[in-house]
């Protein structure tokens, strides 16, 4: 199973009041893999993206589709670590690409698997 499969299967698991589609989308370059829903926040994207190291890349249409979108879009990176994965708007993402996981200023606040829920949801309705 391929790394992002293993985190998506993480994410479904630590949401379970998120309505999620995964979006496989050779039609549509650049298009987040999930799409979220709730009744309280509406739609909302995460681009998932697993590392073994600080680099992260992104395709242009990835940085396109972010940069054009840049309210309610997420990057949900996780690492060959067992511990939770980084969070980060998706406005973030031209500073993600040139800085890598050292872009510690705009993660979004994110302590356990158990948080994720809840701050992908109120960082969401913040915008």
Same mark, same amino acid.
Do not use: G
């Given at each position: 199973m391929k790394p992002e499969s293993? #985190?998506?299967l993480k994410v479904k698991k630590h949401t379970p +009041? =998120? !309505?999620? !589609?995964?979006?496989e989308s050779w039609a549509s370059l650049g298009f987040p893999d999930l799409v979220g829903y709730t009744a309280k926040t509406g739609f909302f994207t995460v681009e998932l993206k697993v590392s073994k190291r +600080?680099? =992260?890349t992104f395709s242009p249409h990835q940085i396109g589709f972010h940069i054009t979108h840049p309210t309610n879009t997420f990057i949900l990176i996780g690492t060959?670590?067992?511990?939770?994965?980084i969070?980060?708007?998706g406005s973030a993402i031209k500073e993600?690409?040139?800085c890598g996981l050292e872009l510690a200023a705009c993660r979004l606040p994110l302590g356990a698997w158990s948080d994720l829920e809840e701050n992908l949801l109120l960082?969401?309705?913040? #915008?």
């Open positions: 293993k #985190l998506w +009041n =998120i !309505t999620w !589609t995964r979006v +600080n680099k =992260i060959h670590e067992p511990s939770a994965p969070l980060y708007e993600l690409a040139a960082a969401a309705c913040r #915008l």
